[in-house]
């Protein structure tokens, strides 16, 4: 499966903003789905995912009531909506994919568990 990233940019501190990642290739149906981000010089977190298959969410504490994910079958596509956004969420934004069911949020928040990586929208808030 092929993913690709969108709807990063730059936003005020309490601004929203939508990411988009569009996947071909095959159908997010069949995967757990996540949005990871990174910044320079530090490891690469999750932040949420959902098993379209259920569907089932996982949070990081961080984002919690602030960051929905969702995802549309038809249009196979996956979404992050991030509101009240704060500093610290600025950093490169991934999409991936993982061939697996998670059993909890500490599974399905690793990294190591996604088969399937998009090449990344960059989010600033300041």
């Known amino acids: 499966v092929q993913l690709v990233e969108s709807g990063g940019g730059s936003v005020q501190v309490g601004g929203s903003l939508r990411l988009s990642c569009v996947a071909s290739?095959?159908?997010?149906?069949?995967?757990?789905m996540g949005w990871f981000r990174q910044i320079p010089d530090k490891e690469r977190e999750g932040v949420a995912t959902?098993?379209?298959?259920?569907?089932?969410?996982s949070y990081d504490d961080s984002v919690k009531g602030r960051f929905t994910i969702s995802h549309d079958k038809a249009a196979n596509t996956l979404y992050l909506q991030m509101n009240s956004l704060k500093p610290d969420d600025t950093a490169m934004y991934y999409c991936?994919?993982?061939?697996?069911?998670?059993?909890?949020?500490?599974?399905?928040?690793?990294?190591?568990?996604?088969?399937?990586w998009g090449q990344g929208t960059q989010v600033t808030v300041s």
């Open positions: 959902i098993h379209t298959g259920g569907p089932r969410t």
């Open positions: 991936a994919a993982g061939w697996f069911v998670p059993r909890g949020a500490s599974q399905a928040l690793a990294g190591s568990s996604y088969n399937y």
């Open positions: 290739g095959d159908t997010i149906s069949r995967y757990c």
